[in-house]
C-alpha cells in the first residue's frame, strides 16, 4: 500500500526555520520525481519545490533561496529545509510522488508562520 507520510509543520515566528519530511512506500523510491506543494485557505494547490530521481531541483519563484528540497533514497524520504519564513507561507503543504502515470499525494502538514 502507496503511503507518503508528512511530519514537521508547525506554528513558527516569521524569519525562523522548519524542516519538513516526507517518508514515501513508494517503489522504487529512486524512480520517482518528489515533489512539495501547497495550499493556502482560499487559494489553489501550488508546486514549492520538486526533485527529480538525478537530483535536479526546481523552486517557485516565491521561495526560491529560503527552501531546499532533498531527497535520501536509501530513507525513501523527502525534505523541505525552509529559512527565512514569511507569513504569506502559511499553508498546508502536501508531498507527492510521480512516476509516470502513477502520482501520489500526502495528507498534508499544517504550517503556520505568525508572530
Known amino acids: 500500500q502507496v503511503q507518503l507520510v508528512e511530519s514537521g509543520g508547525g506554528l513558527v515566528q516569521p524569519g525562523g526555520s522548519l524542516r519538513l519530511s516526507c517518508a514515501a512506500s513508494v517503489s522504487p523510491f529512486s524512480y520517482y520525481a518528489m515533489g512539495w506543494y501547497r495550499q493556502a485557505p482560499g487559494k489553489q494547490r501550488e508546486l514549492v519545490a520538486v526533485?527529480?530521481?538525478?537530483?535536479?531541483?526546481n523552486y517557485a519563484d516565491s521561495v526560491k533561496g529560503r527552501f531546499t528540497i532533498s531527497r535520501d533514497n536509501v530513507k525513501e524520504t523527502v525534505y523541505l529545509q525552509m529559512s527565512s519564513l514569511k507569513p504569506e507561507d502559511t499553508a498546508v503543504y502536501y508531498c507527492?510522488?510521480?512516476?509516470?502515470?502513477?502520482?501520489?499525494w500526502g495528507q498534508g502538514t499544517q504550517v503556520t508562520v505568525s508572530s
Open positions: 507527492n510522488a510521480n512516476w509516470g502515470i502513477y502520482r501520489y
Open positions: 526533485i527529480t530521481p538525478g537530483g535536479s531541483t
